[in-house]
Structures are given as C-alpha cells and as structure tokens.
C-alpha cells in the first residue's frame, strides 16, 4: 500500500508516519485504523509544551492518509472536521476523515 500526510511534517517524521501506517497494513490493519495508531503516536509523542493546548493535546493538526494494495483506502487527521478526497470510477467526493480529538 501507500500512505502520506499533510501538516506538521516534524510531527509525521518523528512517529515515521508513511511507513509505520504501510506497517500497520501489511500486519491487517484497515487504512482508517492505521491512521489512527499513527496519529495516537503522534499525540503521545508531542511533548514540547509550545506544541500543547492547555489539555495537553497537539494545539496542530496532522491530516494521515492511505491507500491499502487492495483498494480499501482510510484517512485520519488529530482533530475533527478533516476531509479527504476519494476518486472511484470517475466519480469524485470528498469523505470525513477519522480522528482523535473533538473540536470544541
């Protein structure tokens, strides 16, 4: 399969973000569910107290996507409200994105 993102490339570099979700695939995973585990590394691996809202959560976002071997195709982003596009036969629309953390 194949994945990449948009966003705070620092943030998707440190968790290796294409290949920890291409990982997470090959082992079974849906693309929706290997974004998310991704994006829970991404989380937990943002420390840095001017990267943190006052609960402690990324104060960015990171929008994840992918595209498994067998066309099955996922997406997941840190906060709510994030799209993706989806191109089948033709046709083009846009999809919601999973995500981490409710927007308030």
Known sequence: ????????GEAVMQVCGARTIVMRMAEGDHPTDACLYAA?????????????????????DVKLYALRKDGAFGSASLWSG???????????????????????
Not at 1 to 8: F, M, S, V, W
Not at 40 to 60: C, H, S
Not at 86 to 103: D, K, M, N, Q, T
């Open 1 to 8: 399969g194949a994945a990449g993102a948009t966003g705070r």
């Open 40 to 60: 829970k590394l991404i989380a937990q691996k943002t420390t840095l107290k001017r990267l943190l809202d006052d609960k402690g959560r990324p104060n960015f």
């Open 82 to 104: 994030a799209t993706f596009a989806v191109s089948e036969g033709g046709r083009h629309r846009p999809e919601p994105a999973a995500f981490l953390f409710e927007r308030e």
